[in-house]
C-alpha cells in the first residue's frame, strides 16, 4: 500500500507560480513512475506530466509544456510540480499518482488506469 499527500494548492493571480509537492510512503519510492493529473468537475481526469523512476525522463502534455516543470527527490519520497505563468484554465484539483508495477524502460504513462495510487487531490485556483 503506498499513500500519497499532495500540497501546495491555493489562489494565485494569473501569471503567478505554485509549487505542488506529493509525499510518498514506502521504501521503495525511487522505484516508482509518478505522475501528476488534474480534473475538473464532470470531466475526465486529464494527464499533466509525468517523470520516471530515476528523474530522467519527464513528459508533459501540450497544455503545460514550457509552464510546468515536474521533479522528483528519491531522498526525501517527494515528487514536485512547479507550475509557471499560470491561467485561469489551470484551475482545478491536481492529483499525483504512482505507478508502482513494472514499468518499461522509455514508456510514457499517460492515462489513469496506468496508475496504480492516487493522493486526495489539491485545490489549485488561478484568477484571472
Known amino acids: 500500500q503506498v499513500e500519497l499527500v499532495e500540497s501546495g494548492g491555493g489562489l494565485v493571480q494569473a501569471g503567478g507560480s505554485l509549487r505542488l509537492s506529493c509525499s510518498a510512503s514506502g521504501r521503495t519510492f525511487s522505484g516508482y513512475y509518478m505522475g501528476w493529473f488534474r480534473q475538473a468537475p464532470g470531466l475526465e481526469r486529464e494527464f499533466v506530466s509525468a517523470?520516471?523512476?530515476?528523474?530522467?525522463?519527464?513528459y508533459y502534455a501540450d497544455s503545460v509544456k514550457g509552464r510546468f516543470t515536474i521533479s522528483r527527490d528519491n531522498a526525501k519520497n517527494t515528487v514536485y510540480l512547479q507550475m509557471n505563468s499560470l491561467k485561469p484554465e489551470d484551475t482545478t484539483v491536481y492529483y499525483c499518482a504512482a505507478r508502482v508495477r513494472l514499468s518499461g524502460g522509455g514508456i510514457q504513462y499517460t492515462r489513469g488506469r496506468e496508475y496504480d495510487y492516487w493522493g486526495q487531490g489539491t485545490q489549485v485556483t488561478v484568477s484571472s
Open positions: 517523470i520516471s523512476q530515476s528523474g530522467g525522463r519527464t
